[in-house]
């Protein structure tokens, strides 16, 4: 919702939602709705009314699922693996820009660009600040210095081995950790099979300590072949 309020350059004044989780947590008889509070956070920065498509009621939810359709038929095709959503947006955005904003709209009758051009002055201004979609999870660093998000390793500072943190994760796979307010540590997600996202520095504490080891164990086995 967010992006295409940034493509359409202003927020409606209502924004129609189909029935899922992500959106409206109950329909109730008589049309009530309870809404994801995350929407309604949404709705009242952006400054939009939430509405829910009645189930089963196809004049309102085919609206929303013929947009879902067109997406497979028109965007998945050009790209048969799609690892992030980053890869999957360049792969719209030509297509809305040259395909679907062109095309004859089969209810209205007229280009969508030209009817958008008559709308557009209707819509209410952008917020200043755009809403944060990112989610975030508590995570415990192991004895390396690293922790485990969605099968990626990364590393932080050592000196929060074994310690909670906060992670923060973007839809975009950019990762934050954070201990209170500080941030820790900044790494971008990829998939595991590309390795670890590390930083040397975050290990330099470790790797002291280990080479402190080494010649106090020396020392010991020296010391016992004297004894022996």
């Known amino acids: 919702m967010i992006r295409s309020f940034e493509g359409f350059g202003g927020v409606p004044e209502e924004g129609l939602v189909d029935t899922q989780k992500a959106t409206d947590i109950a329909h109730r008889r008589r049309g009530e709705v309870t809404f994801h509070p995350r929407l309604l956070d949404l709705a009242g920065q952006d ?3 939430p509405r829910a498509c009645r189930p089963a009621r196809a004049q309102t939810t085919g609206k929303d699922e013929r947009n879902i359709g067109d997406v497979k038929q028109h965007v998945f095709v050009r790209s048969r693996r799609v690892e992030r959503w980053a890869h999957l ?4 955005e030509p297509w809305l820009r040259e395909g679907a904003d062109q095309r004859v709209h089969g ?3 007229e280009v969508v660009t030209a009817r958008f051009a008559r709308e557009a002055p209707h819509l209410r201004p952008l917020p200043p600040q755009r809403y944060d979609t990112a989610y975030w999870e508590l995570r415990r660093v192991s004895w390396d ?3 485990e998000v969605r099968g990626d390793r990364d590393s932080v500072p050592a000196d929060w081995a ?3 943190v906060r992670v923060r994760i973007t839809l975009d796979g950019q990762l934050s950790v954070y201990a209170g307010e500080a941030c820790l540590a900044q790494h971008a997600l990829r998939p595991a099979p590309q390795g670890w996202v590390t930083v ?3 290990h330099a504490a470790l790797w002291l300590r280990t080479l402190d080891v080494e010649p106090r164990l020396l020392a010991v086995s020296e010391e016992a072949a004297t004894w022996n």
């Open 47 to 49: 400054g939009f009314t």
């Open 89 to 92: 947006n360049p792969l719209a």
């Open 107 to 109: 209810t209205l009758g």
């Open 145 to 147: 210095a690293s922790g």
């Open 162 to 164: 074994g310690q909670l």
């Open 200 to 202: 040397p520095a975050h």
